[in-house]
């Protein structure tokens, strides 16, 4: 869609907002078209909300994740289980994952997947911080939460490579196959999501 030269503002909200993951030039121009339609009081308290991110919201200095506070209240709640940690690719997995109600451990983000071809290796995702944490006896089960895609499944083969020359006495495992071949956990239903977890195998089962 052509923006009128008149409305440069317009044109640069258009091109931040095709920035976001899954916004075409359409559905960015006709988001921007709503927003500039609201009333002045929506706008600013929405530019408000967005302004203060990258001030309250950071990444968990234990586990990864998106938090508010450091450490997480996940990684500080007294009452999960320390023995096991589902590692997955992002804070949105691990969210869904934790609103199925179906797993009472602890969480490892990745920040990703590994994917050559876009220059990402385990230097760039936190498998580091992941391999001191398996240190502690404590930890008996890794349970490999990538998504079912095949970025997700080598990046699970890789770390089940990495963690077996650990030499530590640690099940790693894989949620069930009820997940869609190449889906996205943040957006399966946590019904599916429970199932899954309750059923999961360990690796060379």
């Given amino acids: 869609m052509k923006i009128p030269s008149q409305l440069p503002s317009v044109e640069a909200l258009i091109r931040e907002l095709e920035r976001l993951p899954g916004i075409g030039p359409k559905s960015a121009a006709a988001m921007a078209f709503h927003l500039v339609s609201q009333p002045a009081d929506r706008i600013r308290r929405l530019a408000e909300s ?50 199925s109600g179906a797993y009472h451990g602890r969480y490892h983000v990745l920040g990703g997947v590994l994917s050559p071809l876009d220059g990402i290796g385990p230097a ?66 946590e019904e599916t999501l429970a199932v899954a977890i309750r059923s999961r195998k360990g690796i060379d089962e």
């Fill in 50 to 99: 967005i302004g203060i991110l990258p001030e309250k919201v950071s990444h968990c200095s234990t586990c990864g994740s998106l938090t508010e506070e450091d450490p997480c209240r996940l990684c500080t709640d007294p009452g999960r289980d320390d023995s096991t940690i589902c590692v997955v690719e992002s804070s949105p997995d691990a969210f869904s994952i934790e609103r």
């Fill in 124 to 189: 760039q995702l936190r498998v580091r911080e992941l391999l001191q944490r398996l240190k502690p006896e404590s930890v008996k089960e890794v349970i490999l939460a990538t998504n079912p895609s095949v970025e997700g499944e080598a990046t699970a083969g890789y770390l089940k490579q990495v963690i077996g020359e650990l030499g530590l006495e640690i099940r790693l495992s894989r949620f069930a196959r009820g997940l869609p071949v190449g889906g996205d956990l943040s957006y399966t239903d």
